[in-house]
């Protein structure tokens, strides 16, 4: 991959208090080049559910991230949730949407990940 794909998180993201680093998925327009060539919308889809797998096999099970800041607001850590993984989020949108991204909670989920797909 040429260009950066992860962004590290401010203020101005959601899940800012919970996680430092999110990754964006490659879009077409993007010129992320995957062997020499512009990747496709569907390419990119793709990709991006890679990744997503990768990230449920590799940290355990996990859901989106509105749901799993709703778990932080309205339990407050006092249980567990199911499906509350304190490594790694997501939020997935449409195939046309730009939003589609990984949330990882430090700099050693984003070493792994980087490892892996970078």
Known sequence: ????????????YNG???????????????????????????????????WREWCWQTWGSSKELECWLDDVIYHG???DPVGH????SWTKESMHDTHSRIYLRGEAELTMFLLRWA
Request: glycine share 6%.
């Open 1 to 12: 991959m040429s260009k950066k794909i992860y962004t590290r998180l401010d203020g101005r």
């Open 77 to 79: 850590g006092e249980i």
């Open 85 to 88: 993984n304190k490594h790694w």
């Open 16 to 50: 800012y208090r919970h996680f430092e680093y999110l990754v964006n998925r490659p879009l077409a327009r993007t010129n992320l080049f995957q062997n020499g060539q512009n990747i496709t919308r569907y390419a990119s889809v793709q990709m991006f559910n890679s």
